[in-house]
């Protein structure tokens, strides 16, 4: 799969071809994250359990209960024997686990309401984190001790670019974006611009970069979403679609994505597709284009879409299954 290019006949191609339940029934997942191989996943869920797969058999591997404190948002650490997660029952600290002893390696105390995005750096232990009580820290994996503070206005979501050298927080309370230089975010952002506001009730589920560093994707809780350039923030792409009949519960964590090679978009379309859309194409000019193929769900829209990062599939989840994907390109 990992040599496999990324063009428009292979993800028109592709098809579920595993669908996993290892989640407790009548529980949702809740976040997805891979390792930086693409081996690994692993899943949080409203059971307070963290689920880990190999993705290249497409099998479950093991869990880790965390039932006092609850789990959300797990991210690999650069090696996949660790994790760094938020609690969601007793108190806000961030969670730092060895997944081979399944012990804790540290403890980051600071938050004070609930953690609502994680991110980790892509080149180094940096990682950061957004609360609702109207923060945003950062923090280093080989240290309990806060490394910066940012006051923000929640809610807000915030990740990296993949140089790391910058990143962006997304405000819903102000309908801007601002970036800030790592090395100097404590001053004011070097640049900041508006996005659309969303439909009544709507809220700003995810952010990320695309590796090319040219645009930004923004998720939606409705499960549409919004693609913006990262030098102008003029709106590129956007779906608001709102047909998608989802539970209070998923409108959380509903998350499109972008694929590693930075040209396509994948997001849900209505009740029976993953719509996905190319960036480069040229030929739409329009940010309220068309997706290039929309593909068939077996089951309900997913409320989180993850591409892997080294190989040609990507994971859907929907409450509390998790289905991989991969083309029957030849």
């Known amino acids: ?183 100097s975010f404590d001053l004011k952002p070097f640049q900041q611009f508006s996005f659309p506001k969303p439909p009544y009730g709507v809220t700003v589920s995810h952010i990320e970069f695309s590796t090319d560093g040219e645009c930004i994707l923004l998720s939606l809780s409705s499960g549409g979403f919004l693609v913006l350039n990262a030098y102008t923030g003029k709106v590129m792409l956007q779906n608001q679609d709102q047909s998608a009949s989802v539970t209070e519960e998923s409108l959380k964590y509903s998350s499109a994505c972008l694929t590693p090679d930075s040209k396509y978009v994948f997001g849900r379309e209505d009740n029976k597709h993953v719509a996905v859309y190319n960036l480069h194409d040229n030929s739409r000019h329009s940010s309220l284009q068309r997706p290039i193929c929309q593909l068939d769900m077996d089951m309900e829209v997913p409320s989180i879409i993850r591409f892997n990062p080294r190989y040609a599939e990507f994971i859907t989840a929907v409450d509390d299954s998790l289905t991989f994907w991969t083309s029957d390109v030849s």
């Open 1 to 183: 799969m990992a040599t496999l290019p990324i063009d428009d006949n292979l993800v028109s191609k592709f098809r579920p071809t595993k669908v996993l339940r290892d989640v407790e029934k009548g529980k949702k997942i809740t976040s997805v994250n891979f390792d930086d191989s693409g081996e690994l996943c692993l899943c949080c869920s409203t059971d307070d359990m963290l689920h880990l797969y190999n993705c290249t058999t497409g099998k479950f591997v093991r869990s880790f209960a965390s039932k006092k404190y609850g789990a959300h948002l797990a991210c690999f650490s650069h090696h996949s024997t660790s994790t760094v997660y938020a609690s969601t029952k007793e108190g806000d600290t961030l969670r730092f686990l060895d997944l081979n002893s399944n012990r804790y390696i540290r403890y980051f105390v600071g938050h004070k309401d609930k953690v609502i995005s994680l991110d980790v750096s892509p080149v180094d232990e940096l990682f950061l984190s957004t609360s609702l009580d109207n923060t945003l820290r950062l923090w280093d994996m080989r240290s309990s001790t806060c490394q910066g503070l940012l006051n923000i206005t929640s809610p807000a979501v915030a990740a990296f670019d993949a140089t790391a050298s910058l990143f962006a927080v997304a405000s819903l309370s102000t309908l801007t974006i601002s970036l800030y230089n790592i090395k």
